[in-house]
């Protein structure tokens, strides 16, 4: 029998509860996975207070968490890249809150011996994400980027990636986290009233993309600030990208994509901030911590 955290009812972070379950058996192409952390996000919580519920809902008991690091622990049929033993990370779908889950082979890549435990297993939605959002929003060196929400976990990868490859980033963040974005190279300013004002003075060039991980207020500032509305994206507010025709960002997912954000990370370019680590069974305590929105970078599951 395996651990796994689900919810039976959409609700508060309460919902959340411990349950035993049969190891699950890696078939062909497959591998199962005993995790040791698995990532808390937004969409996690979105999910299971029934936020999408008539687009994707849940299957009860619904297990939550989309990415992940563990050691492979069976190899399915024509599975010849990796072998028992060997440490990855990668990303599934509302599968990681387990002791052991099944991916594909290629939803995983070789865990560099050297990265922390909470630091793979955290990586990849937050950074997949701030790297396709930064490449869909076409952003190059000696550019001026606005990040909304910029102290989160998106925040924090996509300020770091635009200021590895030359761009100037000015974030928006609570003013407790204003030396915290300085420390990762940004200029912070505080959200709510004045931000535009504050902006403009900041960047009398102008400025050249928005990048909103916030929603609400955050769309209207940015097409006062981005001439092109074509670079102003969004992960957080479909209705505003419709209503605006600015972009929702979602960006595909790839193991490609995985070894570029480790490679970042083995050579200083990319931090990996984990502000607070959980014991599997106290998924609904992250949930709580995190549902506050004043976390600077990631939460972490541990199943150790």
């Known amino acids: 029998m395996a651990r796994a955290m ?22 062909p192409g ?13 969409v996690d919580y979105k999910m299971r207070r029934g936020d999408f519920a008539d687009i994707a809902p849940a299957r009860f008991p619904q ?14 049929e024509g599975v010849t890249e990796l072998a028992a ?24 890549t070789t865990k560099p011996a050297d990265m922390p435990w909470e ?15 930064l490449r869909e929003l076409r952003i ?4 001026t980027l606005l990040i909304h929400g910029a102290s989160g976990g998106v925040g924090t990868m ?25 420390s990762l190279g940004a200029i912070p300013i505080a959200y709510g009233d004045g931000l535009i004002a504050q902006a403009r003075a ?51 997912r790839s193991t490609q994509t995985l070894a570029a954000l480790a490679d970042l990370h083995a050579s200083g370019e990319l931090q990996i901030v984990t502000s607070a680590s959980y014991p599997l069974d106290q998924a609904a305590a992250a949930h709580h911590d995190l549902e506050t929105g004043h976390v600077r970078g990631k939460i972490v599951l541990t199943t150790d």
């Open 202 to 252: 900041l960047a009398p060039n102008g400025i050249d993309a928005a990048l909103d991980l916030a929603g609400g207020e955050a769309i209207t500032a940015s097409i006062a600030l981005v001439t092109n509305t074509d670079r102003i994206g969004t992960t957080v507010d479909a209705e505003a990208a419709h209503k605006f025709g600015i972009r929702r960002l979602r960006g595909a």
């Open 63 to 76: 297990t939550l968490g989309n990415e992940f690091a563990g050691v492979v622990d069976q190899v399915g």
């Open 119 to 133: 630091v793979a297993g955290a990586l990849s939605a937050a950074g997949q994400t701030a790297y396709n959002a």
């Open 30 to 42: 497959q591998i199962r996975v005993r995790v040791k952390t698995a990532g808390v996000n937004p």
């Open 140 to 143: 190059t060196a000696g550019e």
């Open 6 to 27: 689900v919810f039976s009812a959409y609700g508060p972070p309460s919902v959340l509860h411990q349950i035993d379950v049969d190891a699950p058996q890696a078939g």
């Open 85 to 108: 033993d060997s440490q990855v990370f990668g990303f599934t779908s509302a599968a990681a809150y387990a002791e052991y889950m099944i991916v594909g082979a290629d939803q995983i």
């Open 158 to 182: 996509a300020v770091q990636l635009a200021r590895s490859a030359g761009v100037i980033v000015i974030g928006t963040a609570s003013p407790a986290n204003h030396d915290y974005l300085g």
